[in-house]
């Protein structure tokens, strides 16, 4: 009973986090600008969790983030911020995610963006949002969840 209240819990922090990361902007991208070599970025040496990097020099955002863990599942919403651009953080997670044994599944791209990831029984939402010369890191964890079943109305 235990499991699946965890399980229930999950889901829901887990739809939410995909609710808001999908809200509509009105935000434009330019696709005509040069493209710039960025020097890749150092994996911190304090990791909340030691298979989910964080770049070198950030900082967690204590009263934003939080994290639930037992010997059966996991569950996190971990925040962090830091002086590296959107482009340095973003080209960090699609190098590091991957030596984490997280296989990448998507990525959207637009005023903010949302890195989605997996592996059995997790999922990993990594979102960077800049600010200035700041960028904000939000990592979402929690199990994958199971296909919902529909119900034709007749």
Same mark, same amino acid.
Request: with cysteine; proline share 5%.
């Given at each position: 009973?235990?499991?699946?209240?965890?399980?229930?819990? =999950? $889901? *829901?922090?887990?739809?939410?986090?995909?609710?808001? =990361? *999908?809200?509509?902007?009105?935000?434009?991208? !330019?696709? =005509? $600008?040069?493209? @710039?070599?960025?020097? %890749? +970025?150092?994996? @911190? @040496?304090?990791l909340?969790?030691?298979?989910? /990097?964080? %770049?070198?020099?950030?900082?967690?955002?204590?009263?934003?983030?939080?994290?639930?863990?037992?010997?059966?599942?996991?569950?996190? +919403?971990?925040?962090?911020?830091?002086?590296? $651009?959107?482009?340095?953080?973003?080209?960090?997670?699609?190098?590091?995610? %991957?030596?984490?044994?997280? !296989? %990448?599944?998507?990525?959207?791209e637009?005023?903010?963006?949302?890195?989605?990831y997996?592996?059995?029984?997790?999922?990993?939402?990594?979102?960077?949002?800049?600010?200035?010369?700041? !960028?904000?890191?939000?990592?979402?964890? $929690? /199990?994958? !969840?199971? /296909?919902?079943?529909?119900?034709?109305?007749?």
């Amino acid at each position: 009973m235990e499991r699946k209240k965890i399980l229930v819990v =999950g $889901s *829901c922090f887990l739809v939410l986090v995909l609710l808001a =990361g *999908c809200a509509a902007t009105s935000g434009s991208r !330019s696709y =005509g $600008s040069k493209v @710039s070599v960025v020097e %890749p +970025l150092e994996v @911190s @040496s304090m990791l909340r969790f030691n298979d989910v /990097p964080v %770049p070198a020099g950030f900082t967690t955002l204590d009263k934003e983030s939080f994290a639930f863990q037992n010997d059966v599942t996991r569950v996190a +919403l971990l925040k962090y911020v830091g002086g590296k $651009s959107v482009d340095e953080v973003v080209a960090f997670y699609k190098a590091q995610m %991957p030596m984490y044994n997280w !296989s %990448p599944i998507n990525i959207i791209e637009y005023e903010r963006r949302i890195m989605n990831y997996e592996r059995e029984g997790e999922s990993c939402i990594v979102t960077v949002e800049g600010k200035g010369r700041k !960028s904000t890191v939000t990592i979402a964890i $929690s /199990p994958k !969840s199971r /296909p919902m079943k529909v119900k034709a109305e007749k």
